[in-house]
Nanobody, 115 residues
Framework: QVQLVESGGGLVQAGGSLKLSCAAS????????MGWYRQAPGKQRELVAR???????EYADFVKGRFTISRDNAKNTVYLQMNSLKPEDTAVYYC?????????WGQGTQVTVSS
């Protein structure tokens, strides 16, 4: 198993930036992939960005060109740099780790973008 601890959420004005962090309790090389998902009130949880243990990344269309996922192997931490934030980016952001058929989730961090 793995424990995930997120940080970095908060309140920001539209057009601003935030950087989320997700610290894993084990080496990221032992995790197939890590990602960021988000869930807005009344909506389903959706994938934002994902990075595999080989470094391959994928992004949801609605964040391409604005968000960047990255990884610090030495710190077992995955980041989500969010630029040009929009009010519709407001949601709880969750870190996710894929361990074969098992999924682990962080507790979530609130991101609120004011217009």
């Amino acid at each position: 198993q793995v424990q995930l601890v997120e940080s970095g959420g908060g309140l920001v004005q539209a057009g601003g930036s935030l950087k989320l962090s997700c610290a894993a309790s084990r080496s990221v090389f032992t995790i197939n992939a890590m990602g960021w998902y988000r869930q807005a009130p009344g909506k389903q949880r959706e994938l934002v960005a994902r990075i595999t243990n080989s470094g391959r990344t994928e992004y949801a269309d609605f964040v391409k060109g604005r968000f960047t996922i990255s990884r610090d192997n030495a710190k077992n931490t995955v980041y989500l740099q969010m630029n040009s934030l929009k009010p519709e980016d407001t949601a709880v952001y969750y870190c996710n780790a894929e361990l074969g058929v098992l999924l682990a989730w962080g507790q979530g961090t609130q991101v609120t973008v004011s217009s």
